[in-house]
Every structure is written in structure tokens, then in C-alpha cells.
């Protein structure tokens, strides 16, 4: 099931996903529930989606922790995910037991979040599906890995004094499209960023005078000299910012 991994970290398309091929007839009626659950989830149709989740249902996510269907619903209607491609790849349907399938992949995929910021991912996924009492199949547990760069490299975290969180604290313009506000506050030994129109915030936390990074979300804030520039990074992909006041 691909529906959370272009949110979570998560990676899946907005329209309906490639039904991967199967001579097992039960194999491929799971891979078309699959595909309908997807694309009720990509087009924002929670009731749907929710529809075809067992009460057991549970997403264990990037970071390792469990999420339900109130979680993560929550989270979609947040986020303002938009699709630009998603490719799918290496999928396998396995049926553990009559009533049991696991189907698994890979997803390639470009969507946009809050309705302008990149994110460019990989990650193989893996989901349970089971036939309850009613005949029906329904998503009981999924989970996400994305496929990390090699040059990732942890970061070490790295106290500034006030006066240089100070000066970075104000109004950034975005070069999206359309052109968007990020707003960053210092508080206490963090900058605190929100996106105009959203109800979001990320605390980013200093690696360095000139590099920040988001404790919610893998974003970065990479300043450039002269503190009149600077990128926010979301998921590896910068978008430029400059100074639009104070």
C-alpha cells in the first residue's frame, strides 16, 4: 500500500497506482483494493479511504513510531499534498495465508507539500492486508523506509548565541510558485518557522551559525554569508528565500 509514503515520509501517487500482475486471483483482488485505497487517499477522500482500513489498522513511520487512522488523517488534511509523478517498481504480492496477503515496493515520486514545497523521494513499503469476518479486505498494519542518500550524515547539535538567532528571526519570501512567506521567530536556543496560511511550525535547532534543522519533518535552513539569503531544504530539495522584512 503506497498511500502515506508521499506524506510521511511517507511516497505515493494522487491518481490511481499500477495494479502489479498476478496468476494468483487472490494476490491480484488485494493489488485492486490496493489501487482503489491509493487513489481515495491521493484525491483526499478520507471517507473512503478510512473504509478500508481494519479497526487494527496501524502505520509505523520513518521515525519508528506507530500511527493510527486518526493520526495520520489529520496529517493529510494538513499537508496539502499534491502529486507531480510517481513511479512504482519491484512490486511483489506474497500470500501468507488464505485470508492473509503482504504486498511490497518501491516508489519514486515528486509531489509538492503545503501546496509549493518540493519534495523529491524514495522509499520501499510494505503492507498486510487481511479478509475479515465480512468477506471484506481491508489494510490491517503498513510501513515506510525511505531509501537514504549515501552522503546523509547526522548532525551534531550546536548552541548559537541569541544575537544570531536574532538576526535571522523575521519575514523570508520563498521563490515558489506562487511566492510564499516563511515566517521564523527565535525562541529560547531554536528558530521557530511557519508558513504563512498554514498551521504548521517546525522548530529548527542549530548545527552551526549558518545550518538548522527542523525536529518534526526533515527540513533544513542552510544560510548563505551575509544572512540575506538563505534555503529551506525539505526532503534534499532547497528552495531559495530572501529577506522581505523585518
Excluded: K
Excluded at 490511481?16 to 485492486?32: C, G, L, T
Excluded at 483494493?33 to 478510512?50: C, I, K, M, P, V
Excluded at 494538513?78 to 496477503?101: F, M, N, P
Excluded at 531509501?147 to 544575537?163: D, G, L
Amino acid at each position: 500500500m503506497r498511500t502515506l509514503l508521499l506524506w510521511i515520509a511517507a511516497l505515493h501517487g494522487g491518481g490511481v497506482a499500477a495494479q502489479a500482475a498476478s496468476d494468483d486471483p487472490v494476490i491480484a483482488q488485494v493489488w485492486a483494493r490496493d489501487a482503489e485505497l491509493a487513489a481515495a487517499h491521493g484525491r483526499g477522500d478520507l471517507t473512503a479511504w478510512r473504509a478500508g482500513l481494519s479497526s487494527r489498522y496501524g502505520y509505523i513511520d520513518v521515525g519508528g513510531q506507530r500511527a493510527g487512522a486518526d493520526r495520520i488523517e489529520a496529517r493529510r488534511g494538513e499537508d496539502h499534498r499534491r502529486v507531480l509523478s510517481s513511479r512504482t517498481s519491484e512490486e511483489e504480492g506474497l500470500r501468507l495465508a488464505d485470508d492473509v496477503v503482504l504486498l511490497r515496493g518501491r516508489e519514486d515520486s515528486h509531489a509538492l507539500y503545503y501546496g509549493v514545497l518540493p519534495r523529491i523521494a524514495q522509499a520501499r513499503w510494505s503492507a498486510v492486508w487481511v479478509r475479515e469476518d465480512d468477506g471484506v479486505w481491508r489494510l490491517v498494519a503498513e510501513t515506510a523506509t525511505p531509501i537514504q542518500n549515501e552522503q546523509t550524515v547526522p548532525f551534531v547539535r550546536s548552541p548559537q548565541p541569541a544575537s544570531v538567532l536574532a538576526a535571522l528571526a523575521g519575514r523570508w519570501t520563498l521563490a515558489t510558485t506562487p511566492p510564499r512567506t516563511l515566517d521564523l521567530s527565535a525562541e529560547g536556543d531554536a528558530l521557530i518557522g511557519r508558513l504563512d496560511g498554514e498551521s504548521v511550525r517546525w522548530t529548527f535547532r542549530p548545527a552551526s551559525a549558518t545550518h538548522y534543522v527542523a525536529t518534526e519533518r526533515p527540513f533544513e535552513l542552510r544560510v548563505e554569508p551575509g544572512g540575506r539569503r538563505l534555503s529551506l531544504v525539505t526532503w534534499d530539495t532547497p528552495t531559495a528565500a530572501v529577506r522581505a522584512g523585518p
